[in-house]
């Protein structure tokens, strides 16, 4: 067991923060030996209960989960900021060329490799994460994954039309090799497999049949797709599936939205589109800075929230800018608050942070649902992935931070100001590593 006193931010069930201005995080192995918290309160009720277990002192810091990024691909670390009229000229000029290169495992092992530590260094300890077309990217982001024992979810990229040499795949065979790495990685240590067709205008109806069939036969692998993120985007997928409702439904026909499915952007949608993701347990990964670098539009948390859907925060990399949970989450708040396309809204601070952490992981099924684990909060039980934060770090946050005069200015002190100079530490599974090398 191992003990840290410090601030400590978690969150309830009803999306607001819990905060401890002196806390004790207690850390130890669950049943199954898996490092979670097995206790959290005040320092002065919890300290005595837990007689001489070594407890490390922070003082000035705050201990707060580990971010959840719910959209990300790792093979576009080096696609951020390509500048492109659109979605689809950026696919076609910058990623499509950059993403066959994958099919070298040696390559994809060090973009990977990088990739995982930039996450950590960032404080992010869960993604849900696009690889390429090319299995040999998935393998290489699993072994990366595994050996930074992190909680992580990806799946090989299905294509298998209007995508150029090099990165289309043959329908068959795309199916054969998902099901073969679903069985090779899916739920080995803390590792999950994703079907993820990248977005219906460039996979055949047989492809997404297959995929549909493949998420039936393993309802415990999660989906991931993109879909309604911008206007030729929607009016192609339109043309190419004109028999289906609107966009989304494209994918429920084909069986790809259930619980544990994720779809990135859901911006362009009407109240039937977003009672359909209600109704199926389907969650929107909201990517605002791709979003705005892109110029795809503006997500409606007001319409999300009066239907009732879950969603949660991405970064989007490489459509987005940056790695950097706090810029993700400021970029969330201006894109809430643009009012011109939809209502617009100030979103809280606490707000903000819990759809990068609690709201994220609720997204993914992953906050004790029956049976699984508990990630993004900091509550008895859950997986002891978390971050050290400094809110001095800079000059002018600890100018700011000093004359915060409760919890939603700290918060939003930290949002506007922060980003990866805050933390000071990221623990996986109860271990420091990056930055910090030792308790
Ligand atoms: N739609 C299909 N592929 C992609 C992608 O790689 N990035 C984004 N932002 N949208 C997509
Ligand atoms: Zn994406």
Excluded at 287 to 315: E, H, I, K, M, W
Aim: glycine share 8%; hydrophobic share 40%; proline share 6%.
């Amino acid at each position: 067991m191992k003990a840290y006193r410090a601030a400590i931010l978690r969150f309830a069930d009803d999306r607001t923060a819990l905060y401890e201005e002196d806390g004790l995080l207690v850390i130890g192995p669950d049943a199954q030996g898996q490092p979670v918290v097995r206790a959290v309160g005040p320092y002065r009720d919890l300290a005595d209960r837990f007689p001489g277990l070594a407890i490390t002192h922070f003082p000035g810091r705050i201990l707060a989960p580990g971010f959840v990024d719910l959209h990300i691909h790792c093979p576009q670390t080096d696609v951020i900021g390509s500048p492109a009229e659109g979605l689809l000229p950026w696919l076609e000029n910058y990623t499509f060329p950059h993403e066959s290169r994958f099919h070298d495992g040696a390559y994809a092992t060090e973009v990977a490799s990088f990739f995982l530590d930039e996450l950590l260094r960032h404080g992010v300890t869960t993604a849900l994460a696009f690889a390429t077309s090319h299995p040999s990217s998935v393998e290489a982001l699993f072994q990366q994954a595994q050996q930074r024992r992190l909680r992580f979810i990806t799946g090989k990229v299905l294509q298998d039309r209007f995508s150029p040499d090099g990165v289309r795949d043959q329908t068959e065979q795309s199916l054969i090799d998902t099901e073969a790495l679903i069985q090779r990685w899916h739920g080995v240590d803390r590792l999950g497999y994703a079907i993820t067709p990248r977005f219906a205008p460039t996979s055949t109806p047989e492809q997404l049949r297959g995929a549909g069939e493949l998420a039936a036969r393993y309802p415990q692998v999660w989906i991931q797709s993109h879909v309604a993120e911008n206007l030729a985007e929607i009016a192609w997928a339109r043309e190419l599936f004109p028999q289906s409702r609107s966009y989304l439904a494209t994918y429920a026909d084909f069986g790809l939205m259930r619980d544990r499915s994720v779809y990135a952007h859901c911006i362009h949608f009407d109240d039937s589109d977003r009672a359909l993701m209600r109704d199926t347990g389907a969650a929107a990964a909201v990517s605002p800075t791709s979003n705005l670098f892109l110029g795809s539009g503006f997500f409606d948390y007001q319409g999300a929230d009066r239907v009732g859907y879950r969603y949660g925060l991405a970064s989007d990399v490489g459509g987005g800018t940056s790695f950097s949970p706090f810029h993700t989450m400021l970029a969330a708040y201006y894109v809430g608050r643009e009012g011109q396309t939809k209502p617009g809204l100030s979103l809280s601070p606490q707000h903000l942070w819990w759809q990068h952490t609690a709201g994220a992981a609720a997204a993914l099924g992953l906050a004790g649902e029956a049976g699984a684990p508990s990630i993004g909060n900091l509550n008895p039980g859950c997986e002891a992935d978390f971050v050290l934060l400094n809110p001095k770090a800079t000059p002018l946050l600890a100018r700011k931070t000093a004359q915060a005069r409760n919890l939603d200015e700290l918060l939003f002190s930290l949002i506007v100001l922060g980003d990866d100079r805050l933390i000071e530490g990221t623990a996986v599974a109860g271990q420091w590593c990056a930055p910090r090398a030792a308790d």
